[in-house]
């Protein structure tokens, strides 16, 4: 949601590596309004612990904002939420 007073403008979202793919809202948020950001992980060939982060560049303070998936793929190849517990 676009909390702020001008509308929000993604430009682009950075990935770390290949195995992250985003997806984001193109057009302009308004005030009060809500966009969307996705991004999608491919756990092939990942294993353990995995922290991946997306920087999002857009019409905001410093310019950039960043989000972090931290996972953890167990050997099965399931993905299993990771609880940040600091």
């Known amino acids: 949601k676009n909390v702020g007073e001008v509308p929000l403008v993604i430009t682009k979202i950075n990935v770390t590596c290949g195995c992250t ?18 991004v999608e992980f491919n756990s092939a060939g990942k294993q353990g612990l995995q922290n991946k982060v ?4 857009a019409n905001v303070a410093g310019g950039q904002d960043k989000v972090t998936i931290i996972t953890n793929v167990e050997a099965s190849g399931v993905v299993a939420p990771f609880k940040n517990e600091g």
Request: glycine fraction near 10%.
């Open 21 to 38: 793919t985003p997806s984001y809202t193109k057009e302009p948020v308004a005030p009060g309004e809500t966009g969307e950001i996705l």
């Open 54 to 57: 997306s920087t999002i560049m």
